[in-house]
């Protein structure tokens, strides 16, 4: 169960997303498209998001988002520009989702405190992949199984207000893999 939430004026509906305080290990994840596979004049595509696991019980939503959290996207295509935090947010429920399966760990939930880039329409695979990695190296898992797909990834450990402490400890270590794969 989670320590504390800020109080709500109301219970949280499924749609709705906690606010949660504390402090715990997190990682941030920066993913970018690699200059070679874009124009010279084309922008650089990149996503960086910072999260950690929590606590969470069944009815509560997989993404809470904790009170320091910073959105800011640049949208890079028209489709994009319409794109709300929820467009974006179903690429994090989507890697995260996929790395505690992979994990074969219960799924818990991720507070995140930070989601920016620059990403076009066609770039939701960039939060994915940062989700996806994000959770199997705080789960303590090899993230190597995760294929980039020809994106660059750097993992940093971090602390993040807002989320309880999870009754393991986390060492993080980042190495550089081969291929188009990623290690951590």
Wanted: charged letters at 15%.
């Amino acid at each position: 169960m989670l320590s504390s939430a800020l109080a709500a004026v109301s219970p949280p509906t499924p749609r709705d997303h906690l606010l949660i305080e504390a402090s715990v290990d997190a990682l941030t994840v920066t993913v970018r498209r690699p200059t070679g596979t874009t124009s010279r004049t084309a922008p650089i595509h990149w996503a960086r998001i910072t999260l950690c696991l929590r606590e969470r019980a069944a009815k509560e939503v997989f993404v809470a988002y904790d009170g320091s959290f910073t959105f800011d996207i640049e949208a890079l295509d028209d489709r994009a520009a319409g794109y709300r935090l929820s467009n974006w947010e179903s690429g994090l429920i989507s890697g995260a989702g996929y790395a505690f399966a992979k994990a074969q760990t219960p799924c818990q939930g991720i507070l995140v405190s930070e989601l920016r880039g620059a990403l076009g329409s066609q770039d939701m695979e960039a939060l994915v992949l940062a989700a996806s990695v994000a959770v199997l190296q705080l789960l303590g898992r090899d993230s190597s199984i995760i294929s980039t797909n020809g994106w660059t990834l750097e993992s940093t450990p971090t602390q993040q207000a807002g989320a309880t402490p999870l009754p393991t400890s986390l060492t993080l270590t980042s190495k550089t893999a081969p291929d188009s794969r990623v290690a951590g």
